[in-house]
């Protein structure tokens, strides 16, 4: 089946990261500062697994090579960002898009990359009555300056392009300080300073110990009523666990509530299950840079993206309840791919509560479960009428199948 791949960064966006290296269109895979980028890219890469594997992060290579890192690693992440907001966005009651004025807060920014996403997703969606926004108000933090400098060059240059509505009043803030110290967030943002967005984007992994605790507390008493706390994390069975211990204590410590990915909040069905681990995969137009690098690496972000995230609110609603006309607890999560055998499809599904897996014989595909051969890893789902078995549950001809 065919994955939809128009997620794809601005041309404008795609220009500004090149012009960072000096590279000029038509780019040729032959030329030394292509070649030289890859081996850039590389030395990145081994970088973030060996700081993945607790390992401290050699802070003066990333500085170093910050410029590369633009260019190869924003886009693909920034880009996860978007069916997040999606998904986000189709919850009726939601008002964050339909605000006047809104603040937005990127936690270990780098070079601005969910900022940018941001701002991606806004003129990717710009439509006349899409957003009522009159103000936004940006800032950016991280413990870098050179994160920090090129941060701000890339989203001030953004911002003056004018692929925005020109009626909307920026401002912008950058400062410098790390999610792992409590004192940054004191003295950066006093008691009275909500957020209507905050983004925690690829930099869970720091937390630890006493460090976790003052970031919950940093969420809960920053971010406004009507706010969302977004967390993204690199989707890697590694860091898996680290975020689901995390999401634990969020529900439990504080008072936010889990919106997504879980479509009801319990104890995950996952947890000391070291097999299988929550992540979703979005499928997306590479730019010919990263393409090009990738055919030297071997690389293969053409392939898709993995990711896990987190949505945190101050509402009392999960992602299940913007299907009011469902049972919550019948609302599932597609949360593998669509597994194909000889005679039958099979797929895991999750409420937030259990993880069942399913199975339709492809004798028995009808009109009332044609859906099951159009599932998407992230569909939230229903079904009814199934059948029990030992091992999973069995979609027959009369049993309902559909796509929410």
Request: aromatic share 10%; glycine share 6%; net charge positive.
């Amino acid at each position: 089946m065919k994955q939809d791949i128009s997620l794809k960064i601005s041309s404008f966006l795609e220009k500004t990261l090149l012009d960072l290296l000096g590279i000029n269109n038509p780019i040729s895979i032959k030329s030394k500062k292509i070649k030289s980028l890859a081996d850039e890219v590389r030395t990145l890469s081994d970088e973030y697994i060996f700081s993945n594997n607790n390992n401290r992060i050699n802070e003066s290579i990333i500085s170093r090579l910050i410029k590369t890192y633009a260019v190869y690693f924003m886009p693909s992440n920034l880009i996860k960002l978007h069916p997040i907001l999606d998904e986000i966005r189709r919850d009726k009651d939601c008002t964050l898009f339909k605000k006047k004025s809104l603040s937005l807060l990127d936690l270990g920014c780098g070079p601005g990359t969910f900022t940018v996403g941001f701002l991606e997703y806004l003129s990717k969606n710009c439509l006349p009555d899409s957003f009522d926004f009159e103000s936004v108000k940006l800032t950016c933090m991280d413990r870098s300056k050179e994160n920090l400098s090129l941060a701000q060059k890339i989203i001030n240059e953004y911002l003056n392009h004018g692929l925005l509505s020109k009626n909307i009043r920026w401002k912008t803030s950058f400062v410098k300080g790390t999610i792992t110290a409590s004192s940054s967030f004191e003295a950066l943002f006093p008691k009275n300073t909500l957020f209507d967005i905050i983004i925690a984007g690829n930099v869970i992994t720091e937390l630890q110990g006493k460090n976790i605790k003052p970031f919950m507390s940093f969420l809960e008493n920053h971010l406004s009523p009507d706010g969302t706390a977004v967390i993204i994390d690199p989707g890697t069975k590694a860091s898996s666990k680290h975020l689901l211990s995390l999401r634990n204590r969020i529900l439990s410590e504080t008072g936010l509530n889990l919106y997504s990915p879980c479509p009801n909040t319990a104890a995950c069905s996952l947890t000391d299950k070291g097999k299988n681990w929550c992540h979703e995969k979005v499928f997306w137009e590479p730019p010919d840079i990263i393409n090009m690098i990738d055919r030297i690496t071997g690389f293969s972000k053409e392939k898709g993206l993995k990711y896990s995230y987190l949505v945190f609110n101050k509402k009392n609603i999960c992602l299940s309840g913007i299907f009011p006309e469902i049972p919550h607890e019948k609302v599932f999560r597609v949360v593998s791919y669509l597994i194909k055998n000889k005679g039958e499809e099979r797929v895991y599904v999750c409420s937030g509560r259990k993880r069942l897996l399913l199975r339709r014989l492809n004798k028995n595909c009808s009109g009332k479960n044609i859906d099951f051969g159009n599932i998407l890893r992230g569909n939230c789902v229903f079904f009814d009428n199934f059948q029990t078995r030992n091992d999973f549950l069995e979609i027959t001809r009369e049993s309902i199948f559909k796509i929410l």
